[in-house]
T-cell receptor, first 109, second 115 residues
């Protein structure tokens, strides 16, 4: 399976701090995506990075991709209480999106 | 635009009962997906439909069947429910699998309990 695996499983930070989550995967990919899931809700797409890209920004989000290490990181800057959620990476290769188990982020006001 | 809708939102079944989970999207997407989410397991793909008229197995298809009724609708059927199928089920759609921008849009989920 090419399932991504997020690290850490859980992260607790103070409002205003930066949050970094990592994702590792096993096989070659076309792109890697990050999704957010608020408690009890469906997933929401955050950002997509293609296999030939190394870094991408969207608002307070910064994603990096290192295909040689088969890893990606998601940085959320200046976190807010509303960023409290689970974050999933998903890889897209020869099969439809394969999701990791997620990182639970708690931002304390 | 409603996006991706799922019915029902909650369901309780007894072991051996059958039911169909409904999913519809109004974004004119070609590809649709069914996932289940269990605590600590992330999302696992049950079945997907890359385009109207096609369906394929995902990672955990056993005990399920699907029907791509038309471009908008993709249903998931449990023929004989088992307690191991207690989960939250998500339907998703995307413009087209295997294109460069394949972000998926998710429905709100169906919480299924099998007693």
């Amino acid at each position: 399976s090419q399932q991504g695996e997020e690290d850490p499983q859980a992260l607790s930070i103070q409002e205003g701090e930066n949050a970094t989550m990592n994702c590792s995967y096993k096989t070659s990919i076309n792109n890697l995506q990050w999704y957010r899931q608020n408690s009890g809700r469906g997933l929401v797409h955050l950002i997509l990075i293609r296999s030939n890209e190394r870094e991408k920004h969207s608002g307070r989000l910064r994603v990096t991709l290192d295909t040689s290490k088969k890893s990606s990181s998601l940085l959320i800057t200046a976190s807010r209480a509303a960023d409290t959620a689970s974050y999933f990476c998903a890889t897209d290769g020869d099969t439809p999106l394969v999701f990791g188990k997620g990182t639970r982020l708690s931002v304390i006001a | 635009n409603a996006g991706v809708t799922q019915t029902p939102k909650f369901q309780v079944l007894k072991t051996g009962q059958s039911m169909t989970l409904q999913c519809a999207q109004d974004m004119n997407h070609n590809s649709m997906y069914w996932y289940r989410q269990d605590p600590g397991m992330g999302l696992r793909l049950i079945y997907y439909s890359a385009s109207e008229g096609t369906t394929d197995k995902g990672e955990v298809p056993n005990g399920y069947n699907v029907s791509r009724l038309n471009k908008r609708e993709f249903s998931l059927r449990l023929e004989s429910a088992a307690p191991s199928q207690t989960s939250v089920y998500f339907c998703a759609s995307s413009e087209k699998w295997r294109i460069a921008r394949n972000e998926q849009f998710f429905g709100p989920g169906t919480r299924l309990t099998v007693l």
